[in-house]
Structure formats: C-alpha cells, structure tokens
C-alpha cells in the first residue's frame, strides 16, 4: 500500500513498526533472468523508520546451505514494500 503526501508528493508507506516485530520470519523470492526462483528465509533482527535488518539463513527450504550468497542485509523501506531489481518484496512468513 502506498500512499501519498498533499504537501511534498513524496511516496510514504505504512510505518515499519506496524508491519513487522523483532523476531517476525520473513521471505522474499529471487529470479534470475532465466525465470528461475529462489525462496529466502530469515528473521527480522531490527527495525527503524527507514528500513530493516534481516538475517537470512534459508534458501530454498535448506537452512545456511554452503552455496547461500546472502546473510544479513539492510533493506529500505522502497524495497521491502516493493523489491528490488530481482527481488520480490519481503512479506512475514
């Protein structure tokens, strides 16, 4: 959901805290370009107004499989609400 501010046009989205609580399991799916999807698992470990911090620790079901590429990241709002290039937005699990 986004919505809109009269007086500065600049996109606002719903508060980071109303979405998600520390603890919360996340997903977000990849694809590559040949249409191929990855499902990434993790944990909300802290939230600010302007994004999250999850560890990631499951790929495609696996816990920490040797060839996961991500661990921890900071998502900004835009992303997590919308994705980002290959990445779906993150939803709670």
């Not at 799916?29 to 302007?50: C, E, M, W």
């Not at 560890?55 to 921890?72: E, L, N, S």
Request: hydrophobic share 25%.
């Amino acid at each position: 959901m986004i919505r809109y501010s009269d007086k500065s046009n600049i996109e606002e989205y719903p508060s980071l805290y109303d979405t998600f609580e520390l603890g919360d399991r996340v997903k977000r799916i990849y694809k590559d370009k040949k249409g191929n999807s990855r499902i990434y698992k993790g944990i909300v470990l802290a939230i600010d107004n302007k994004g999250v911090e999850i560890y990631w620790d499951t790929k495609d079901g696996r816990y920490r499989p040797v060839d996961m590429d991500i661990a921890f990241t900071h998502c900004q709002i835009e992303e997590i609400y919308n994705g980002k290039e290959n990445y779906g937005p993150i939803e709670k699990e």
